[in-house]
């Protein structure tokens, strides 16, 4: 039961992590209020991106019960589609240049309330572009559902997931930010240019395990 428990936390929790492992407008405002302010207030920042991000998370995959039987049914397809979707996204991050945003912005004297909610708002208004992005990494790590009725293990493993998610999510941020005020002194516009890169790369390879995984099963069925 323990093992169950700590499996689907595991999962919520790589969901959280990879689905925020992005170095887009977001995490420039968190690591620009990190530089100008304070430690706490990227920290605020990011987990008003990480409860705007559960928020969708929850959407996502209320969703994706309600398809679990389609899902089931071309779950091949949907992985490989999944995959490629992963990698683009990617390859996106790989090629996006965050350094001009970076000098451009300027983090103004706001209290840690606004911080939050300003995020929170910021990252809601990206919900069109997230919800598909969360639900290609419920698929990618195997995110189970739970069915439609609504007994007590049915919702624990909603909740578990949810909550791993979460989890995932703070840790990214806080560990950016963490990591950005720790070498305050030392950091340079043009490192986040490499952080895209590698996050880039594991996003990509993430997708590309996806796919292969899914066409060896196949060709294995298939013999």
Known sequence: MLITIIEILLRGFAVGLAASITVGPVAVLCIQRTLS??????????????????????????????MQAQIEKYSHILSIVGGIFVVIVGVYIFFQNPVPQIRRNRAGNTTLW?????????????????????????????????????????????ALIILGFFCGACTWWTALTSVISLFRRRFRPRHMLTINHVAGIVVSLLGIYTILSTVISISNGAQ
Do not use: H, Q, W
């Open 37 to 66: 302010k304070t430690t706490r207030a990227g920290i605020i920042s990011g987990l008003g991106v990480a409860c705007a991000d559960t928020l969708m998370a929850i959407i996502a995959y209320f969703f994706f019960a309600i």
């Open 114 to 158: 606004k911080d939050f909610a300003s995020m929170f708002g910021f990252t809601i208004a990206n919900f069109v572009v997230v919800v598909p992005y969360i639900l290609a990494f419920f698929a990618l790590f195997g995110v189970g559902t739970a069915t439609e009725s609504r007994d007590v293990a049915s919702m624990m493993t909603s």
